[in-house]
C-alpha cells in the first residue's frame, strides 16, 4: 500500500514560539565586563607577611608597547590611548571600580598609583583587573580620591583644611605659580616656618613628594616628613622620621635621613640632594625607616627602638640661623598607606572582550537553559556561538534547537505549551523565522505515559488543537529514525527530531490495528482513497494510493 513519508511533508504551518530576552550586558566568561572596553589584563597580587590591608596603594608602570609583563610594570601592547584616558582599574567582579592616579608620563609610560580595596595576608592573593582599549574615554585620574592625603598646591592659595602653617622672623611659607615653599635667611636667632599637616599619621604610612631643596649658605636647617607637633626647631625635636638639608659652620650640604624616638635620635647620610627636582618618599614602619629618592634606596634605618611609635605630622620645614638663606619647593605633597614588606604582584595575559548574548521576553512560565547544562539560564547567562537550548514549561521540557548567539534574541511571540500529556512549540511565520534559530527543524519533546505510537499535529498553534483528527495529523512510533526517548528529571519523554512546527500527543494504536506508523497524507480526505495527479515531464501520470484512517 503506497504511503507518504512525513519527513518529505512541505512545511505547511510553522509554530513556534520562543523567548529571547536582551540584558543590557553579559559576557561570554560568565564574569562580568566593564562596558565599551575591548582589552584587559588580570592583576593578581600577592599580600604582605605584615597582615592583610585595606585601601593599599600599589604603584604600576604601563607602557602603550608590547612587551614582557614584569612585578610592577605592564604592557597594553599599542592597544591602549597615546594619552592614556581609557585605563581603568576594577575589583575582582570585573566592574567595580578602583581610584586610582596618574603620577607622570612620558610618551609611552605613565606611572600609576591604584587603592586597592582589600589585600589579604600573604601568601593569600586578589584578583583586580586593568582595562583599556576605549576610544572614547576620559581620565578619571585623582590623587584626591586616591590617597588619605593629597595636595598639589594648584589654587596660589594655602588649603588651610589640610595644613596648618607658620612663620616667624625672616621664615615664611606661601603657596603660588603650583608649589608650596618654605624658606627663610636669618642674622639673628635660629626661626621656624612650616606646612604641616592637620591629620597625624601613624607608623605605617609613606610621604611622597616632589621636592627640590636648596641651601646656599651657613647654619640653615631644612626637613620633611613625619615629626611631632610641639617642636620649635630642629634641635627639639622629640619624635619625627625625616630627611634634613643641613649646613652648619658653612660646611657642606649634608643629607641625612633621622629618627628621632622619644627625643633619641640617630642618623644615616643619605647623599646630598639639593638643586634638582626629585620625587622623595620617607616610609615609616613600626621597626624600620627608610628614604627613597626617585625609587631608589638612599638609606634606612632598622633599629626597632629608633623608631617612633607616636602618630606624628607630615610636612616641610625650614629652620634658617645667622646668616643662613635655603628653601624647600614642593610641587605635590601625599601621603600614602605602607606596610614591610610590601605586597606583589603579577599580571595575565592579555584578553580580549567578546560579547555575549541572551534571550528575551520569554514564554510565561517556561525556562530556556542550555540543553547540556540546564543551570546556566540563557536569559541572563550571555552565549556565544551557535549552542542547543532546551525550553520546558513549568516542569515539562517542550522542544530543543540550535540558537545563533552573535546577537540578542527576542522570542516574544513563541508560544511553548505542555501539560504532561501534549507538547506544543509554535511561532507565527515558521521555524526557521525564530529569532536566532539555527538549522531547519527542532525536537519535540512529548511525556511518555506508557502508549505505543505518538500523534502528530503539524499545523497546530495551541494545545488545544493537539487533538484526534488534528489537520493533517499522523503517527509515529519508535521504529521511525526519528524517535527517540529519553529522561529528563525523572520524567520520561517521546522525542521526535526533525520537526520544523508541530504539536503532538500520545495516542493507542487503533483497536485491532497495527501500531506501526501512519505517515502523514498529501491531502487529507474522507474517502477511503482518492486520486493524485503528477505533473511529470513528458505527460501526467495517475498514481492511486490507499490510505488508512485513523
Same mark, same amino acid.
Given at each position: ?33 566593564? *562596558? ?8 593578581? +597580587? ?52 578602583? *581610584? ?56 596660589? #592659595? ?138 631608589? #634606596? ?87 556561538? +551557535? ?20 546577537? *540578542? ?33 527542532? #525536537? ?35 521504529? *521511525? ?28 494504536? /487503533? ?9 502523514? /497524507? ?13 505533473? +511529470? ?14
Amino acid at each position: 500500500m503506497g504511503l507518504f513519508n512525513y519527513s518529505n511533508i512541505s512545511k505547511i504551518v510553522l509554530f513556534i514560539a520562543v523567548g529571547l530576552a536582551f540584558t543590557s550586558q553579559v559576557y561570554a566568561t560568565g564574569e562580568s565586563w566593564l *562596558d565599551g572596553y575591548t582589552y584587559r589584563k588580570q592583576i593578581t +597580587i600577592t599580600g604582605s607577611s605584615a597582615g592583610s590591608q585595606t585601601n593599599y596603594q600599589v604603584k604600576i608602570t604601563v607602557n602603550k608597547n608590547a612587551g614582557t609583563d614584569t612585578s610592577a610594570t605592564v604592557y597594553l601592547n599599542n592597544n591602549v590611548l597615546d594619552s592614556f584616558n581609557d585605563i581603568r582599574f576594577t575589583q575582582s567582579d570585573g566592574q567595580t571600580l578602583l *581610584d586610582y592616579w596618574i603620577e607622570s608620563s612620558t610618551t609611552d609610560t605613565v606611572t600609576v598609583w591604584v587603592e586597592c580595596d582589600s589585600i589579604p595576608e600573604s601568601p593569600s592573593t586578589a584578583t583586580f583587573y586593568l582595562y583599556y582599549g576605549d576610544g572614547d574615554a576620559t581620565s578619571l585620574s585623582s590623587a584626591i580620591n586616591t590617597f588619605p592625603f593629597y595636595d598639589n598646591f594648584d589654587d596660589n #592659595s594655602v588649603n588651610t583644611s589640610l595644613w596648618d602653617v607658620a612663620q616667624s622672623g625672616s621664615a615664611t611659607y606661601n603657596e603660588s605659580g603650583g608649589y608650596a615653599r618654605v624658606s627663610g635667611s636669618s642674622s639673628g636667632s635660629w626661626v621656624l616656618a612650616y606646612f604641616r599637616t592637620k591629620t597625624a599619621f601613624g607608623p605605617q604610612y609613606a610621604i611622597r613628594a616632589k621636592q627640590y631643596f636648596s641651601a646656599s649658605s651657613a647654619n640653615f636647617c631644612s626637613y620633611s616628613g613625619f615629626a611631632d607637633n610641639t617642636h620649635t626647631s630642629y634641635f627639639d625635636l622629640a619624635n619625627a622620621v625625616i630627611l634634613d638639608n643641613n649646613k652648619y659652620n658653612w660646611a657642606s650640604d649634608e643629607h641625612n635621613l633621622v629618627t628621632y624616638a622619644s627625643g633619641s635620635g640617630v642618623g644615616q647620610a643619605a647623599g646630598n640632594q639639593n638643586a634638582s627636582w626629585k620625587v622623595f618618599e620617607y616610609r615609616r614602619y613600626t621597626d624600620n625607616a627608610q628614604i627613597m629618592y626617585d625609587d631608589i #634606596s638612599a638609606t634606612a634605618i632598622t633599629t626597632p627602638a629608633s623608631i617612633p611609635t607616636a602618630n606624628l605630622y607630615a610636612g616641610m620645614w625650614v629652620n634658617p640661623g645667622a646668616g643662613a638663606s635655603g628653601y624647600i619647593y614642593t610641587d605635590w605633597f601625599l601621603v600614602r598607606k605602607y606596610v614591610n614588606p610590601e605586597p606583589s604582584m603579577a599580571f595575565g595575559e592579555e584578553s580580549t572582550y567578546t560579547p555575549s548574548y541572551v534571550i528575551t521576553n520569554p514564554p510565561e512560565s517556561t525556562q530556556i537553559t542550555l540543553a547540556s547544562d540546564e543551570e546556566s539560564d540563557v536569559t541572563s547567562s550571555g552565549q556565544t556561538g +551557535i549552542q542547543t537550548v532546551a525550553i520546558a514549561k513549568s516542569t515539562y521540557r517542550v522542544a530543543a534547537f540550535s540558537v545563533d548567539f552573535s546577537a *540578542d534574541r527576542d522570542w516574544t511571540d513563541l508560544t511553548v505549551d505542555s501539560d504532561g500529556e501534549k507538547a506544543v512549540l509554535h511561532y507565527d511565520g515558521g521555524f526557521t523565522s525564530i529569532p536566532g534559530s539555527s538549522g531547519e527543524s527542532f #525536537s519535540l519533546y512529548i511525556p511518555d505515559n506508557g502508549g505505543s505510537r505518538v500523534r502528530i499535529c503539524p499545523n497546530a498553534s495551541s494545545l488545544a488543537q493537539v487533538t484526534s483528527g488534528c489537520s493533517n495529523e499522523y503517527f509515529l512510533t519508535t521504529s *521511525d529514525s526519528s524517535v527517540s526517548k529519553t529522561t529528563v528529571n525523572g520524567i520520561d519523554y517521546w522525542v521526535i527530531a526533525g520537526l520544523s512546527g508541530t504539536g503532538g500527543e500520545e495516542a493507542e494504536a /487503533p483497536s485491532g490495528g497495527s501500531s506501526s506508523s501512519y505517515q502523514a /497524507p498529501l491531502f487529507t480526505d474522507l474517502a477511503l482513497y482518492f486520486t493524485l495527479f503528477l505533473s +511529470i515531464i513528458g505527460g501526467f501520470k495517475i498514481i492511486r494510493k490507499t490510505i488508512p484512517l485513523a
